[in-house]
């Protein structure tokens, strides 16, 4: 079976831009949970999905960042205005149950210009 | 709150000698720990877990992993390093205050492999 994966693998955006990023976890997992990684840093949580419910977005750093998974399978987070500070690698993870080893896509890094 | 100090943060061994990651927690409780490692354009994998069964931790490709509560710590060790080891390695601990796996990263330890 497939990863984790996601798309793009690589954005670049302008200033002010709004941007989708997409999550495509393991088939049947129940948790998804998505981080920022900026350089040279440890991923950062950013929100956490149990199948199609938002239960935790305290990671989220402005209310320019929202997340979605209406299906509780694809999950995409959105940016709305991109600014340079959100510049990172974006990482999404799933996990079979509530708890239990998250399994990481490779990422998406943006770009913001 | 949880938190995690991963003392170094560039390690540089020889093929063929031991590898020791250092990794400090700071919890008010008794926490699960994780070590991670991510290979440049590769997703990150799971090592090993610590979950308050076994001290000694082993996990995948010879690392393996001792919790010690007196010292907060949880050490990453490899007795022999092979060139594939290079990478950035990540110690982590999970937010018991919740119900699923909500996890703190440490700012990882980039390891060299000098052939």
């Known amino acids: 079976g497939a990863g984790v994966s996601q798309s793009p693998r690589y954005k670049v955006a302008k200033r002010g831009q709004d941007v989708a990023l997409r999550c495509d976890p393991i088939s049947g997992h129940v948790s998804l949970f998505w981080y920022q990684q900026a350089l040279g840093q440890g991923p950062e949580f950013l929100t956490y999905?149990?199948?199609?419910?938002?239960?935790?977005k305290s990671g989220l750093p402005s209310d320019r960042f929202f997340a979605e998974r209406p299906e509780g399978s694809v999950s995409t987070l959105k940016i709305q205005r991109t600014q340079q500070e959100d510049s990172a690698v974006y990482l999404c993870a799933s996990s079979l149950g509530i708890t239990g080893e998250q399994y990481f896509g490779p990422g998406t890094r943006l770009t913001v210009t | 709150a949880q938190s995690v100090t991963q003392l170094d943060s560039h390690v540089s061994v020889s093929e063929g000698t031991p590898v020791l990651l250092r990794c400090n927690y700071s919890?008010?409780?008794?926490?699960?720990l994780f070590w991670y490692v991510q290979h440049p354009n590769k997703g990150l994998q799971l090592l090993l877990k610590y979950t308050s069964a076994a001290t000694l931790v082993k996990g995948i490709n010879g690392f393996e992993a001792e919790f010690k509560k007196s010292e907060t710590s949880f050490h990453l060790t490899k007795p022999s390093a092979h060139m594939s080891d290079a990478a950035e390695y990540f110690c982590v601990v999970s937010d018991v205050k919740t119900s699923y796996d909500k996890v703190i990263f440490g700012p990882g330890t980039s390891l060299s492999v000098i052939p």
């Open positions: 999905f149990q199948n199609e419910a938002q239960l935790d």
């Open positions: 919890s008010s409780y008794s926490p699960s």
